[in-house]
């Protein structure tokens, strides 16, 4: 993993200290809306992070820490469609970031598996929005060329089997806590779905999804992330 | 409305199979969703301006159970359930959520919006289509169904009033 930031990050960092909001948002929330450059030193995280702290999300409202990781999931593939980079290359590089990587094949148990852990939210984005579903995963079945997810539940699917290229397993500090994903990238290196644990009530990966998480990455990925042979 | 120079074929094949996939028959004749849908019968389709987005999205939030349908080139995603009415902030229709489905749409993409009434698998099928810039379609919303399979009367009411009120039927 490099050290260099990389010359995308103080695009993101824009990104995540200014945006989005809803229409009137919450007096709390007004110090998100104004430039770094008028509360805090630029790109000072550990400035941002208390500011972070000292606010609470507004309730029955999305929250601040997920429109802020909302806005680095758009910032990332929107620079992705630029053509810098690809979502794969971005995540890759994401500064500290944990990374595990799962081949293609290992796509039926990873979500067979995800669709133990209870309610999970799926995401996917496309250049039109970040479409997010909260529930359970029905299990996955593989037949003639796709991956379905079947039943009568509410989330249903499928997906062409020959365009998942690879999974991969993040966990990273981001606004002072960790979050956690698992990132399937298609064989454009964008990303097709990406699966998010929930959160408690203090806002903290749920424990066991994260235990959940961290078994399964051990079970199926390669020791080591795909980029430690550079390094 | 973009009129293309195959459009009598494709209107006839649509005629003839009224319930087929709009995806498929816009890879046959090489045109966009936008296209193939605007190829149907006069009867099954009606169309409101994009910027309609927002007043149509949170009157869908009246409507109980739905089925959103979201299309890539790697599969499709459906959910079913409610939606939540959503604001606008920050260049996006934001539905706010920890449940069920929610997001953040870019409803400024939104170039139109399709009321199809069709047979679908042999059931009649109503849905509202939101296109994007490209003739691309953003996403899908199915009136919903009963435990025999037919469509939610007082939604389906809902959805013909809407579709009443805003949109303008194109020749």
Redesign the interface.
């Known amino acids: 993993m490099t050290e260099v930031t990389p010359c995308w990050q103080r695009q993101v960092d824009r990104l995540v200290a200014s ?5 009137r ?1 919450p007096p709390a929330a007004t110090a998100m809306t104004r430039k770094p450059s008028e509360t805090q030193p630029r790109s000072n995280a550990v400035s941002r992070r208390r500011m972070v702290k000292s606010r609470s999300a507004p309730a ?3 929250g601040v820490s997920d429109l802020k990781r ?1 806005v680095e999931d ?1 910032a990332i593939e929107n620079l992705a469609r630029e053509g810098s980079a690809s979502a794969r290359e971005i995540v890759e590089s994401l500064p500290g970031a944990v990374l595990k990587f799962a081949q293609a094949e290992a796509f039926s148990a990873v979500m067979s598996d995800i669709a133990t852990w209870g ?1 999970v939210c ?3 984005t ?10 359970v995963l029905p299990p996955v079945e593989h037949v003639h060329g ?2 379905y997810w079947v039943g009568e539940g ?7 089997d020959d ?2 290229s690879d999974i991969a397993f993040i966990e990273r500090e981001f606004l002072g806590r960790l979050a956690a994903s698992v990132v399937v990238f ?1 064989v ?1 290196g964008n990303i ?2 990406k699966i998010v644990p929930m959160r408690d009530a203090d806002s903290a990966v749920q424990a066991t999804q994260l235990k959940a998480m961290r078994a399964l990455a051990r079970r199926v990925c390669r020791s080591r992330p795909q980029k430690a042979a550079r390094a | 409305m973009t009129e293309t120079a195959n459009a009598p074929d494709l209107r006839d094949r649509l005629a003839a199979d009224p319930g087929a996939l709009v995806e498929t028959v816009a890879k046959e004749y090489n045109v966009t969703l936008r296209q193939a849908v605007e190829g149907l019968p006069e009867s099954m389709r009606q169309f409101a301006p994009g910027d309609c987005f927002v007043r149509i999205m949170n009157e869908v939030a009246n409507w109980s159970e739905v089925t959103v349908i979201i299309h890539s080139d790697d599969g499709v995603m459906e959910f079913t359930g409610p939606i939540p009415s959503g604001s606008v902030g920050r260049g996006y229709f934001n539905l706010p959520g920890s449940r069920g489905f929610h997001g953040h749409l870019r409803h400024d993409r939104c170039a139109g919006v399709a009321f199809v009434e069709r047979p679908f698998f042999g059931r009649p099928s109503a849905s509202i289509l939101f296109f994007n810039l490209e003739g691309g379609v953003m996403f899908k919303i199915f009136v919903g169904r009963d435990d025999k399979r037919e469509l939610l009367k007082d939604q389906l009411a809902a959805f013909q009033a809407l579709a009443a009120n805003l949109c303008v039927r194109q020749r």
């Open positions: 945006g989005p909001d809803q229409e948002p029955s409202r999305v909302f758009v309610p799926i995401l996917l496309s250049r039109d929005g970040v479409f997010e579903f909260n529930g796709y991956y509410p989330i249903r699917g499928r997906l062409h365009r998942c298609n454009d097709m779905l």
